[in-house]
């Protein structure tokens, strides 16, 4: 069995900490291998190699840290079906969605080789007589990411590739049930010249992350998780002096009005509520339907659309038609999300198409959950109020606009919404009122772009700065202004002290 182990100094480090993960196949249920679980004292040692590489790395020029960026674009691109294999291995999705993840990190890989122009600052000539003002975007130190199981890859580049960028050292601490990817990400940078101790992965579980949440090295921390491990990483490093964003977990809504081109609108809901087996978090959990006749011609068309899925593992031969949907990630959350939809069973939501009990022939073992369809869902149920981040779309019905709006904004979480409608003005509307972080018209997964950023609202994020984009830029530099005078020139009059504010 292989054991996984850390990645300190530009190099594989053995962990001594005796204590181990069992890392799983999601579509056999196997264990594939092991991943170690560091002790507090390895993961110190992590922040002190990054810390002590931070004094190099940091005055380094930005345009040779884009050049390193440039070259691990490069590897990336060079060793994507590697990459998407090993995340479709451990994960489960399917393997163009495995693709299409490393495809979205790889941008913000792209963006941070722009440092060079991002992190130029400001400047003011004559701020006051012979004064000139200008700012600098300098590093924070040693930073710290803490990511989730459900990408493995991305995740970790919306973190990374703008802290090196900009002159941070980095140690990444990734999920215990799919770490290969990280460790993987960890030797392209070696391979693409990035001086050892500068990026660091130490695996463990919540040892490792207490440690890096209370040691006065790390100056800041991004985590992605779900909600009350998110709220506990803000408190604790904020407790401790460090800059935090912490995103949390999501129950995003689409709102289908009676005007909408339905048959567009139920494809895009197909792939938002089911790709990735509903485990991502901007997947589309709840659709709240205008109108009982938009409601029944809506649930006609997904069950239709359920029907032709096919679902199984993330990796098929060549011959095979590849899957639409994969396992998922343990069998823990397998029996989890069964349990969800059985509790909306009983609390009188109806069952249209059910997934428990889903069997792929030759898979018996895996951890599949069917695609699964829930109609007649009312906001008091606990399907409704919770995060189930399974396949399990819930259609509720509502007779108006308002009463549709409410009920997102009413929502604990505020991650992701959308609207299907023709009517500009409605979505006009919707875009300006929905309290939300990230909004889609007529697009069921609005995930904005490198360049842009990305958080939600309310529990889905803690913390002002969101993920990638000028917010990532932000976070993970620290501004200060210089305001300059130089006494030998011919323009200076008098010096004499001065004992108010200036105002120049
Ligand atoms: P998780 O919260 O269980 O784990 C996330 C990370 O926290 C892992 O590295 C894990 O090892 C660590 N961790 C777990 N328990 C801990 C504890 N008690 N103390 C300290 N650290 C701990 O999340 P997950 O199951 O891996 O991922 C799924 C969740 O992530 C969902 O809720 C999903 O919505 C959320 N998510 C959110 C976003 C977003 O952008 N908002 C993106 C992806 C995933």
Known sequence: MQTLQNFIGGQLSESHSGRTS??????????IREVVLSSPAETAEAVSIADKAFSSWSKTSPLKRARVMFKFKALLENNIDKLARMISEEHGKVYSDAVGEVT?????????????????????????????????????????????????AMVPMWM??????????????????????????????????????VFNVINGDKEAVDTLLTDPRVQAVSFVGST???????????????????????????????????DMAASAIMGAAYGAAGERCMALSVAVVVGDETG?????????QISQMRVGPGICDKETQENDMGPVISSVHQDKICQYISSGESEGAIVLVDGRDFKVQGY?????????????????????????????LCVVRVTDYQEAIQLINDHEYGNGSAIFTRDGDTARQF?????????????PIP????????GGWKRSIFGPLNMHGNDGVRFYTRMKTITSRWPTGVRMEHHDSSFVMPTM
């Open 447 to 454: 995930v904005p772009m490198a360049f842009h950023s990305f």
């Open 296 to 304: 029944d011609k809506l649930v006609e068309k997904l069950k239709q």
């Open 228 to 262: 009350p491990i998110a709220e506990y990483i803000y408190q604790t490093a904020s407790a401790h002096g460090k800059r935090c964003q912490a995103l949390g977990g999501a129950k995003n809504h689409c709102v289908l009005m009676p005007d909408a081109d339905i």
């Open 364 to 392: 018996e073992q895996g951890y599949f959950v069917g695609p699964t369809l829930l109609d007649q869902v009312s906001p008091t149920m606990k399907v409704y109020q919770e995060e189930i981040f399974g396949p399990v």
């Open 104 to 152: 979205r990190g790889l941008e913000v890989v792209e963006f941070a080789c722009g440092i060079p122009h991002l992190q130029k600052g400001e400047h003011s000539a004559n701020v006051g007589s012979g004064v000139d003002s200008h700012s600098l975007m300098q590093p924070l130190g040693v930073c710290v990411g803490i990511t989730p199981f459900n990408f493995p």
């Open 160 to 197: 990374f590739p703008i802290a090196l960028a900009t002159g941070n050292t980095f140690v990444l601490k990734p999920s215990e049930k799919d770490p290969s990817a990280s460790l993987f990400l960890a030797e392209l940078l070696k391979e693409a010249e990035l001086p050892d101790g």
């Open 431 to 443: 875009g300006e009122e929905v309290q939300t972080g990230m909004v889609g018209v007529n697009v």
């Open 22 to 31: 069992a890392i799983y196949n999601p579509a056999t249920g196997e264990q």
